[in-house]
């Protein structure tokens, strides 16, 4: 399962971004979608996650300004970013983790490669 991240940017502070993840394969369903952050010389931090019955966990830091959605029938999912500051700028990385096969069903996780969010302040 290939993962494709889009829509970083640079804004300013109070801005406005939307992130995109598309998922691409054959025979494979996703159950968690997740996104990821890793701001320069700190460790990579989950950001917010979606089940696949919908239920979320949002990053207390970020909790009421961003919201995590999925799109089931494209295997794709969102993060919508609001009110962004500088604290927030990072490279971030979507995540899935799904089963994947016909016959035989087998757990697996991938990683897009990252987009970049810059926030000035």
């Known amino acids: 399962v290939q993962l494709q991240a889009s829509g970083g940017g640079r804004v300013r502070a109070g801005g406005s971004l939307r992130l995109s993840c598309a998922a691409s394969?054959?025979?494979?369903?996703?159950?968690?979608m997740e996104w990821y952050r890793q701001a320069p010389g700190k460790q990579r931090e989950m950001v917010a996650t979606?089940?696949?019955?919908?239920?979320?966990n949002i990053l207390d830091s970020v909790r009421g300004r961003f919201t995590i959605s999925r799109a089931n029938a494209d295997n794709t999912w969102y993060l919508q970013m609001h009110d962004l500051k500088p604290e927030d700028r990072a490279v971030y990385y979507c995540?899935?983790?799904?089963?994947?096969?016909?016959?035989?069903?087998?757990?697996?996780?991938?990683w897009g490669q990252g987009t970049q969010v810059t926030v000035s302040s």
């Open positions: 995540e899935a983790q799904y089963i994947e096969g016909l016959d035989t069903l087998s757990a697996g996780r991938s």
């Open positions: 394969g054959s025979r494979f369903r996703i159950t968690d």
């Open positions: 979606i089940t696949s019955g919908g239920s979320t």
